[in-house]
């Protein structure tokens, strides 16, 4: 019986650009990085990114999909998957949905737990919507909530 399962209370904030920021100066981050856009990601390889960035928030949509599904979409020619790497390995990624022009979706943005708190996820999150502005959108838009990493909304 579904009714008798237990959820998790769940709050999601949407939130909308509608003009590209103007981003302070920021100085760069003390390790070597390096912005890769993920052209084409094997299944399995977006499978890494998805599951150990999200692993800690409860993110389960896309564990769900079957491989042919979720190719369909990160495969998409107008879905963006951009990849930071830390001193040469993967440290978090940032999809963009350009799907539904001229609105842009930040579908999926976060770091890999080792990452987190060394400074790297405001740097990946203003690479990534400098890339998004560079297709001219009217609207940028992504969801979090209270699930996500607790200074998620404030980022």
Request: charged content about 25%; overall charge negative; some cysteine.
């Given at each position: 019986m579904a009714d008798d399962i237990p959820g998790i209370e769940t709050v999601i904030t949407h939130l909308e650009m509608t003009s590209a920021p103007r981003f302070p100066h920021r100085p760069p981050p003390a390790e070597s990085v390096?912005?890769?856009?993920?052209?084409?990601p094997t299944?399995?390889?977006?499978?890494?990114?998805?599951?150990t960035v999200g692993e800690p928030w409860l993110w389960w949509e896309r564990r769900a999909m079957s491989d042919t599904a979720l190719a369909e979409?990160?495969?998409?020619?107008?879905?963006?998957?951009?990849v930071l790497y830390a001193g040469g390995v993967p440290a978090g990624?940032?999809?963009?949905?350009?799907?539904?022009?001229p609105s842009i979706?930040?579908?999926?943005f976060g770091l890999i737990p080792e990452f987190i708190g060394r400074g790297l996820g405001p740097h990946l999150?203003?690479?990534?919507?400098?890339?998004?502005?560079?297709h001219d959108p009217d609207v940028l838009?992504?969801?979090?909530?209270?699930?996500?990493h607790p200074r998620a909304l404030g980022l």
């Open positions: 390096a912005f890769l856009q993920a052209e084409r299944v399995s390889f977006y499978r890494y990114l998805y599951n979409i990160v495969q998409h020619e107008d879905v963006d998957v951009f990624y940032g999809e963009l949905d350009r799907r539904n022009m979706e930040l579908a999926f999150l203003q690479w990534t919507i400098e890339a998004a502005w560079s838009t992504v969801h979090t909530c209270n699930l996500d």
